[in-house]
């Protein structure tokens, strides 16, 4: 089984991360995918991979790259006048790392407020134009801001842009827009909440174009609601998929594995 989307570098896991990665091993996860979230994610993604580097059974991976949320905290810090560059140079120091596997978190985000809008826009723009240039998946977040994401993947898209819209929890012509436009969709624990809505769009869309995460240590699943979520509860994910598709829990996994090793080039 592969996870996605993890931050499990993040201080949550600081008391029993390798307990965390031997429950992921024991339920048979091979691969973990980290997604940045800011510049100090670097020394903590680095960290977490010397600490699992003797483990022959699972490979986490880090990618690179700037939370929308995370953007206004950036730019004091680098200077309002010069942060896009400074946000070019930063990405493209480790994108070029061959252990890097993917650009982002990146995306759009104005659940909380729309006042950075024009600044993560740009974020956005620095990262897709990187993401082509090196040849590697982007990772993009979503709230409150479907369409201008959408557009903004269709502006950037050459033909050779590849990536997921992470946490997917849109519309079913939203989310097979995405899949029109080269894009995969990753299915964490909101698909299954009750009355979240998620699990029936997502029964309707193709299963080759989903690929399963956790979102960890965020959005556990049910019935693990409001606890610290960790990449083996991947397994509450993959069984509701196995519900919605009919299928069992080996055909979800082949299935998803197959979709997530070629796209992130496992």
Same mark, same amino acid.
């Given at each position: ?10 201080? !949550?896991?600081?008391? !029993? ?5 031997? &429950?992921?091993? !024991? ?54 006048? &010069? ?19 993917? $650009?982002?978190? =990146? ?12 600044? @993560?826009?740009?974020?956005? !723009? ?16 979503? &709230? #409150?801001?479907? @369409?201008?994401?959408? @557009?903004?993947?269709?502006?950037? @898209? ?21 899949? #029109? ?29 989903? $690929?399963?995460? =956790? #979102?960890? *240590?965020?959005?556990?699943? =049910? *019935?693990?609601?409001?606890? &610290? ?27 998803? #594995? ?9």
């Amino acid at each position: 089984m592969i996870d996605t989307h993890a931050h499990i570098f993040l201080p !949550d896991y600081s008391e !029993d991360v390798t307990a965390m990665i031997n &429950r992921a091993v !024991d339920l048979g996860i091979s691969h973990v995918l980290m997604p940045a979230i800011n510049p100090e994610s670097v020394a903590q993604m680095e960290a977490i991979v010397q600490i699992n580097s003797g483990n022959k059974d699972i490979k986490l991976h880090p990618m690179i790259g700037l939370h929308p949320c995370d953007v206004h905290e950036q730019i004091p810090i680098w200077g309002e006048h &010069r942060w896009a560059q400074k946000l070019e140079n930063w990405l493209q120091e480790y994108a070029s790392l061959s252990h890097y596997i993917g $650009i982002g978190e =990146t995306g759009l985000d104005y659940y909380w407020s729309k006042k950075y809008k024009k600044e @993560q826009m740009l974020s956005l !723009d620095v990262h897709f134009e990187l993401a082509k240039s090196v040849n590697k998946p982007i990772v993009l977040h979503n &709230r #409150d801001s479907t @369409q201008d994401l959408l @557009q903004t993947i269709a502006k950037h @898209q050459n033909g050779s842009v590849k990536g997921v819209w992470h946490c997917f929890n849109g519309t079913y012509e939203e989310g097979m827009r995405a899949i #029109d436009l080269g894009f995969h969709l990753g299915i964490g624990g909101v698909v299954t909440f009750k009355n979240a809505g998620v699990a029936e769009v997502v029964r309707q869309l193709p299963i080759d174009k989903l $690929i399963l995460e =956790t #979102d960890s *240590p965020y959005l556990s699943p =049910t *019935p693990l609601r409001g606890k &610290r979520n960790e990449p083996a509860h991947l397994a509450f994910i993959q069984k509701k998929l196995g519900e919605l598709f009919e299928l069992s829990q080996e055909e979800v996994e082949e299935h998803t #594995d197959l979709t997530a090793a070629s796209l992130f080039s496992l």
